[in-house]
Structures are given as structure tokens and as C-alpha cells.
């Protein structure tokens, strides 16, 4: 069943956020929470359609050197960058990991 606007929580309390990149097996279970079978489909946008759109509205991925994400700009999409979600708000099992780049994800 959903939790929030972006957490799925399946069998045994397993709690998966909808933007986690899959660094690993997530070790999800097979069923939800409610016991019936779960199926977790993982999608793939255009790349170029979704950096344009990540300059506009980036969410949680910052650079990692802290700078500004100006709105329509892709630079900082090319510098290593951290998708900032720890602190309990996005269940997320690779939180706050660092990538070499936007592309990279």
C-alpha cells in the first residue's frame, strides 16, 4: 500500500521510495503489505527529455560541491551530484550516494 506520495511499502515492513536508483538487488519482497503479489517495474525516460526536465525542477539530486542549480541550466548535471535523501523522508537504501554525474544515474 502507499504510504506517501512516493513510498511503497510491501510485505514485512519493506519500504521502497519511486525515484531509488538500483545500485544493487533491492531485496524487495514478492508480496505487499496486504499479501498479494508484487511486481516492481523499472522505467527508463529519453535521457535528453528528462535532463531538460531535471533543469527545471532537479528535487532532491544536488551537485555535490554545493553549488546553486539554476533553473534551465544542464552544467551542473555534468559534475558529480548526490540525490540528498536521508533523514527519514524517502525510503530510499542507497540515500545520499554520490554519482560521477546526472547521466550517470
Given amino acids: 500500500g502507499r504510504m506517501d506520495a512516493g513510498t511503497l511499502e510491501l510485505a514485512g515492513g519493506f519500504e521502497i521510495w519511486k525515484h531509488t536508483v538500483p545500485l544493487t538487488c533491492f531485496g524487495a519482497p514478492a508480496t505487499s503489505a496486504d499479501g498479494a503479489l508484487a511486481v516492481i517495474l523499472l522505467t527508463v525516460r529519453d535521457p535528453a527529455s528528462w535532463l531538460s526536465a531535471l533543469s527545471n525542477h532537479a528535487y532532491e539530486i544536488f551537485p555535490k560541491s554545493g553549488g546553486r542549480r539554476r ?35
Fill in 71 to 105: 533553473e534551465g541550466c544542464l552544467r551542473w548535471m555534468f559534475e558529480e551530484v548526490t540525490i540528498a535523501t536521508s533523514g527519514g523522508l524517502f525510503a530510499d537504501p542507497f540515500a545520499n550516494v554520490v554519482f560521477p554525474s546526472v547521466p550517470a544515474l
